[in-house]
């Protein structure tokens, strides 16, 4: 059973209840569920149960942490003690065709955002992983599809919607609380606040996407990067690409055990068929092509098929840790480092991957928000696997794998680091002028610390 208050439509699950174990099971994506169990899990049904779960915590003395859709790795929504809201009732979309906005809410997932806004011709850089809602995205910077054109997700943000520590509810805005609305547009999980609404541009749906991916054994690791990254210069802003080191899928090998690869892909959002091939004729001829297991050139896909092939990754039910460098060190040098490692993998689904600009090579597109760029380079090691009895030695592989390539790092990103590894991952997402004005604006709008900070170890 769940309470009912007077205040809330929806249910308090307390620690104890019958309810509890299941509702904090469903609290995250994760297959890897951390053992810290909150005093009490309140489901809101609506907008007007959020500063009612605000003055019930601090009627009890509870810390708050929030859930929008249990999509983080290091599960930042779990916290031992203290009060946790579920935001994912908060899936709503209004779409403005004319203004070319919408207001969504928080649980609204990127997949369900791009599908909304395809009859109209719109686009919006909604996250690779389909289930990923626009909450924490929007909240953490959002490094997302055609951000090469379009920059982190948070720039497009044009407002927010925040309940206050003490339970006000504020607009947010360039003009309007613009210190809150900076912190909103970066924070990522150590936000002191509850973003309920976000008011985001649009922009015109690219009508033809193609991709082009070369598949190579990984032993070519050190011959590829020079190749790719040179090519890749010559890529226009609007062709998102991504180095993968990975085991080959069925789609490149049926043979057991699947090799060790390195996959170069580039990803085209264009207006027709002919300019996203044109966009992609810095990869067409491949001097590496002889040594490829696997190649498609120009080949035409879908929202929907580049959701499908980031589902067969990153499945739902795994178990998953994740940790995240910002570099000024090339590819070149980094990629290599970490072949080794990624061919000793404890598991066969474990990954490196490495987006070129993931957040835009315009740096003006994050100007004047808490996200920061802090690298030229990038790259992420997914630790994922099945087993529970695998979990040590998948986390050490992870942390194995992030020593080799932390003395070239300058920062982390919020949303995807395991801020579980060391207590300056939160510190080092940030510039340091942009970690200072978060302390302060921590100070100011949450004195009480109503809200969790961030993670730790």
């Not at 990923?132 to 090469?148: H, P, R």
């Not at 987006?355 to 994050?366: E, G, H, I, N, Q």
């Not at 592989?397 to 080799?404: F, K, N, Q």
Request: with cysteine; aromatic share 8%.
């Amino acid at each position: 059973m769940s309470e009912k208050t007077e205040e809330m439509e929806g249910d308090v699950v307390r620690r104890g209840d019958a309810a509890y174990h299941d509702t904090w099971s469903a609290m995250l994506w994760n297959g890897l569920k951390p053992q810290r169990f909150p005093d009490l899990i309140v489901r809101v049904a609506s907008e007007r149960d959020v500063p009612a779960a605000v003055r019930l915590a601090r009627s009890e003395g509870h810390r708050i942490a929030l859930r929008s859709h249990g999509h983080s790795w290091c599960g930042s929504p779990l916290r031992d003690d203290g009060m946790l809201i579920d935001l994912s009732a908060l899936d709503a979309c209004a779409i403005d065709p004319t203004s070319r906005t919408a207001t969504v809410q928080p649980a609204l997932s990127g997949r369900e955002f791009v599908a909304a806004l395809a009859p109209y011709g719109l686009a919006f850089p909604a996250g690779h992983c389909g289930p990923v809602a626009l909450g924490g995205y929007l909240l953490s910077g959002g490094l997302g599809w055609n951000s090469g054109a379009l920059g982190p997700a948070a720039a497009s943000v044009r407002a927010v919607e925040v309940v206050t520590a003490d339970g006000t509810t504020l607009t947010c805005d360039s003009a309007e609380n613009p210190d809150l609305f900076w912190a909103a547009r970066g924070a990522g999980p150590g936000f002191f606040g509850v973003a309920t609404r976000f008011q985001v541009s649009l922009y015109d749906c690219p009508t033809a996407i193609a991709e082009t991916s070369y598949v190579f054994p990984l032993t070519e690791v050190e011959p590829v990067t020079r190749w790719a990254t040179e090519a890749a210069e010559r890529l226009p802003p609007n062709v998102e690409a991504s180095f993968m080191l990975a085991t080959a899928s069925p789609e490149v090998t049926t043979a057991r055990p699947r090799p060790k690869t390195i996959s170069f892909t580039g990803t085209a959002f264009a207006r027709t068929p002919q300019e996203a091939a044109r966009c992609l004729e810095p990869l067409r001829d491949c001097p590496l092509a002889n040594r490829t297991l696997y190649r498609k050139v120009d080949r035409p896909t879908t929202f929907e098929d580049l959701y499908e092939t980031a589902s067969s990754s990153w499945q739902q039910g795994h178990r998953n840790a994740v940790d995240t460098l910002w570099s000024d060190t090339g590819y070149t040098t980094l990629l290599p480092a970490l072949a080794a490692s990624v061919a000793a993998a404890p598991s066969e689904q474990s990954l490196v991957l490495a987006p070129l600009w993931p957040a835009s090579r315009d740096r003006t597109l994050a100007e004047d928000m808490a996200f920061s760029i802090l690298g030229e380079t990038y790259l992420a090691p997914f630790a994922i696997w099945d087993d529970p009895a695998a979990d040590a030695d998948n986390m050490r592989w992870l942390r194995d794998t992030m020593r080799i390539v932390e003395p070239y790092g300058t920062g982390h990103y919020i949303a995807e680091t395991d801020l579980t590894a060391d207590p300056s991952r939160a510190r080092r997402s940030y510039t340091p002028a942009g970690w200072e004005r978060l302390r302060q604006l921590k100070a100011a709008y949450d004195p009480e610390h109503v809200f969790h900070s961030y993670l730790t170890p």
